[in-house]
């Protein structure tokens, strides 16, 4: 059990943690090459991983209010980048998932980002990257498996 001070640290730094990890998405985003649209690559980011999905739980892990999540959706479809299907335990409700058109949207859009990023980080020893890309992994899979626990 922590010590209250220890719990206090332990809050600070979670907090500024997700503070800097928000921060510094946002800004990798503008120094992205394409015009590809950040709601668009956050939407196909929560199906790649989540997918197929109801439009209802797309909306809760969106933090988005559903009619809000059908307009984003309904866009990607229109765009081909996601495909929407009747349940088959629910005929009332839609399940979408990515196409391949989708997956390669978001592939670039994320290429885009990076390629975007090195001219100003490239002076980074690519060590030190791996590392903060496998730290964030870490937390993330932590707190992912206390979600489906």
């Known amino acids: 059990m922590l010590s209250s001070t220890s719990e206090q640290q332990l809050r600070d730094l979670l907090s500024e943690l997700v503070t800097n990890s ?6 990798a985003a503008q120094f992205g090459t394409g015009d590809k649209p950040k ?3 956050r939407a196909l980011s929560l199906l790649e991983e989540y997918q197929p999905l109801r439009i209802s739980e797309f ?8 009619p809000s999540a059908t307009s984003l959706l ?3 479809a ?8 009747v349940d088959p335990a629910d005929s009332r409700a839609i ?16 290429q885009q980002i990076g ?4 001219p100003y980080l490239s002076e980074l ?3 030190q990257i791996r590392k903060l890309t496998d730290g964030l992994s870490e937390l993330r899979s932590v707190l992912k498996s206390s979600i489906t626990e």
């Open 95 to 110: 399940i979408v998932a990515m196409t391949d058109a989708g997956i390669e949207w978001l592939a670039t859009g994320r």
């Open 74 to 76: 309904g866009k990607l």
């Open 59 to 66: 909306a809760h892990l969106d933090r988005c209010s559903q």
């Open 78 to 85: 229109a765009a081909g980048l996601v495909e929407r299907t």
């Open 39 to 41: 709601a668009w690559m």
């Open 22 to 27: 928000s921060r510094f998405v946002r800004l």
């Open 115 to 118: 390629d975007g990023l090195v």
């Open 125 to 127: 020893d690519p060590e």
